[in-house]
């Protein structure tokens, strides 16, 4: 499959099943298009009477050197992995990382919160440091043969259970060398309790820290809120600034989250560029339709545009020195598609658990607190295996609607909450964060071929 686009001056041409990408001229752009419907002499004469200045000879020219590049596996290349996705599910999976939620309770009242202001629709609670520890002992009892294992500390709030986690932290390290693993731990917090111990032991052993800020302050405030209606920029802004000039050159994500509200979000993401922020995310909401928050259909060509602005933004800053990344434009191009993933997936409920307070697993951390996805618990193990092997076939070849797109193999069916939130089973599609997705791609593509030329 191909999918040509035009972004910036650029012509880009890309195979799908082979992720080659050309930068071409109009002239091939136009031929392309018409190589699979017409025969050489049709695309010379269509061609011929769109360009005056292009002759027959250099039309049939181009028309051989598009099918060379097709003879060679660069145009049109077949996908040869649809049917290994479903023998997949007969393989044998070891988990390989954890959502550990070791506070199911939070310090703000964020209205967009997906988990129910971090209670998962159920009772507050935090981790044990006995139930943190029997679920490391989990993994490493599952994760066979595989060496590097990651833990993110999650909640809710985790610095609310902060002695926990640092307990849990040491227990790991004694583990690595009783079994030969290695952890790598990621914190993902709102700010709000970050002192100086929490900066010391996260940068000595959190390998990432994601901090969640939404951007300029009133976009920030309007949503995240404490209990008593006041936000919390003010408060958390100072921490962040300090923990990431702390951090030195250890990773960490600023991860913010726009909303209706808020559809001019690059201004929030150059707001965070600007406060000295380099390592960027910044996800649409997912919510009720009907909420005053979600995204509309009217909303989706501003969006498009945002997108575009940023790469074009990011360009240029670059070019004066002063360039951030953008976790969504994070592309391999040189080595095309992972093989692996379009097969397998996210490897939710597969490789990769989240285990609440008491010890349930689930899938991953958005289907915790939905008991028809409660796959066990850290002491009996997986027992309802049926849904796991349904998380084993939750890739884009199982997905009807993803046959004919252009990214599937990039996305390989995108995230199974949102699905299964959009259209009531996993294995459906979220229409919306498919068009997203597809615009951030086109977006991604187009970055890397301008740090190139």
């Keep these: 499959m191909v999918h040509q686009y035009k972004l910036n001056g650029y012509n880009i041409v890309l195979d799908t099943c082979s992720g080659a990408v050309h930068v071409v001229d109009e002239v091939a752009y136009d031929i392309i298009a018409l190589f699979k419907e017409k025969s050489a002499d049709e695309i010379s004469d269509i061609i011929c009477s769109r360009y005056s200045d292009v002759t027959r ?19 049109w290349t077949p996908d040869t ?16 990382a954890m959502c550990l939620h070791v ?16 209670k998962y629709h159920g009772d507050r609670a935090l981790m044990s440091f006995e139930v943190g520890k029997r679920a490391l002992d989990f993994l490493i009892e599952h994760s066979g043969t595989r060496r590097n294992l990651e833990v993110d500390f999650f909640g809710g709030e985790p610095l609310m259970n902060w002695d926990v986690v640092k307990q849990l932290v040491a227990y790991a390290r004694e583990q690595e060398k009783i079994h030969n693993k290695n952890f790598r731990f990621t914190l993902t917090t709102n700010g709000m309790l970050i ?8 940068n000595k052993e959190m390998s990432n820290v994601v901090l969640s800020l939404d951007g300029r302050k009133e976009v920030h405030d309007r949503l995240r809120k404490d209990y008593q209606g006041r936000g919390s920029y003010d408060i958390i802004l100072p921490k962040f600034k300090e923990f990431v000039e702390r951090r030195g050159d250890k990773g960490y994500y600023m991860r913010g989250t726009f909303t209706h509200a808020n559809t001019d979000f690059t201004n929030d ?38 997108y575009e602005i940023l790469a074009k933004e990011m360009i240029k800053r670059k070019k004066e020195g002063r360039p951030f990344t953008f976790y969504h434009y994070m592309l391999d191009l040189k080595h095309g598609p992972c093989i692996y993933k379009r097969i397998s997936g996210c490897g939710s409920g597969t490789e990769y ?68 939130h959009a259209s009531g089973k996993i294995t459906g599609i979220y229409e919306y964060g498919c068009e997203l997705f597809k ?4 977006c991604a593509v187009m970055l890397q071929i301008a740090d190139e030329v």
Aim: hydrophobic content about 35%.
């Design 269 to 306: 993401i150059f707001h965070m560029a600007d406060m000295g922020f380099t390592e960027l995310s910044m996800e649409p909401v997912v919510c009720a339709p009907t909420d005053a928050s979600a995204l509309t259909e009217e909303d989706l060509p501003v969006l498009f545009e945002q």
């Design 81 to 96: 992995y649809a049917d290994m996705a479903f023998d997949f599910k007969n393989r044998n999976t070891v988990i390989k």
């Design 103 to 118: 506070a199911h309770t939070c310090n703000l009242n964020c209205e967009y919160c997906f988990a129910s202001q971090g």
């Design 195 to 202: 002192d100086d111990d929490v900066i010391e032991f996260s």
């Design 353 to 420: 658990v989240a285990v609440t307070p008491t010890g349930d697993i689930y899938p991953c951390h958005q289907f915790v607190g939905d008991e028809k996805y409660l796959l066990g618990n850290i002491y009996d193990g997986i027992t309802n295996t049926a849904v796991q092997d349904e998380f084993k076939l939750c890739n884009a070849y199982a997905r009807k609607e993803c046959d004919d797109c252009w990214a599937k193999l990039y996305c390989s069916g995108g995230c199974a909450a949102n699905s299964y």
């Design 439 to 442: 615009k951030r791609i086109e």
């Design 57 to 75: 000879e250099d039309c049939l020219e181009c028309v051989e050197a598009v099918a060379g590049l097709e003879k060679a596996g660069k145009l």
